[in-house]
């Protein structure tokens, strides 16, 4: 009997090709998956590295200038000695905002960013009449001997509605203010007070501005102003606590859980935060649009003589 000669096959039915594709398609998606999972956590790590340089710089930024309200060799200083008659070289707002170009605090405006804080230093200069650069203000120009310079820190919004912490500082005819780092959710700060007598140069507790300026209102009214200068409790700051929050500048992260923040830790969230407005903070009240930003808390604790000339 003859065989019947089948030629060889040259094709994929349509089954085959089905699922071929089939497979093709998962193994597409699949990478694709691992790709976007690997450009997000990426964009994660930039973001995350971006804030930790930006937060960093923005405390030692603060740090510095907040030492040169303390301008004076501790060594020397006798806390025993009278109080002088100036101005306290630290003051400050609680939640508040300022204008760029108006004259130190004197104008507060409606806080930005959480009820974010108003830091304010001055300090003597130092050097020749043209200054030799030891003394700068936190815009890093030089103050020289016989002036007096200012470091204000405040929140305010660029002109995307980006709030950023901003450095208002006093030029030769006017005051200006340049930006330090974008993307804050809160600014705060809170002054350590020695109210020991005599004085021992140690913090006893932490109080915001405006718990500082409650006692200062109540001491004895119409007292000229060295003597309210020699008793205010703005003399009485020996250190400064400083809380800043910062958001990176795109939605990186993964996850949808809600965090609480806690600028200055449990102790002060269980107390004075109900009244003290952005030391306490949950992403589930901000907008939609912020919720998936990345986060990075940041704090630090300047310590200064228990006097400022």
Request: hydrophobic letters at 45%; one cysteine or more; glycine letters at 10%.
């Amino acid at each position: 009997m003859r065989r019947r000669f089948r030629p060889p096959q040259a094709g994929l039915t349509l089954v085959e090709m089905m699922v071929a594709l089939a497979i093709g398609l998962a193994v597409v998606l699949s990478a694709a998956r691992l790709l976007g999972l690997a450009n997000g956590a990426y964009a994660a790590q930039m973001e995350s590295a971006a804030l930790d340089d930006a937060g960093r710089n923005a405390l030692e930024l603060v740090g510095r200038a907040v030492r040169l309200a303390a301008y004076a060799d501790p060594m020397q200083l006798d806390l025993s000695a009278p109080v002088d008659g100036l101005p306290a070289r630290l003051a400050g707002l609680d939640a508040r905002s300022l204008g760029g170009t108006t004259a130190g605090i004197a104008v507060p405006l409606a806080a930005v960013a959480n009820g974010s804080d108003v830091l304010a230093v001055r300090f003597p200069g130092a050097g020749t009449a043209s200054g030799d650069g030891s003394v700068v203000d936190c815009a890093g120009f030089t103050v020289a001997a016989g002036e007096e310079g200012w470091s204000i820190f405040y929140v305010a919004k660029n002109g995307d509605g980006e709030p950023e912490l901003r450095c208002k500082y006093r030029g030769a005819g006017n005051w200006s203010a340049d930006a330090v780092v974008s993307g804050v959710d809160s600014f705060q700060v809170l002054y350590g007070l020695d109210t020991d007598t005599p004085r021992d140069g140690a913090a006893n507790r932490y109080v915001n501005a405006d718990a500082i300026r409650a006692l200062d209102a109540a001491l004895p009214a119409g007292l000229p102003p060295q003597e309210f200068n020699r008793r205010t409790h703005w003399k009485r700051v020996v250190s400064v606590r400083v809380g800043l929050l910062l958001h990176g500048a795109r939605p990186t992260r993964q996850d949808h859980e809600s965090r609480e923040y806690q600028l200055f830790g449990p102790l002060h969230a269980a107390g004075a935060a109900k009244s003290d407005v952005g030391t306490v903070l949950r992403e589930d009240a901000l907008p939609d649009k912020l919720r998936r930003r990345e986060r990075r808390l940041f704090s630090t604790t300047v310590a200064l003589p228990a006097e400022a000339p």
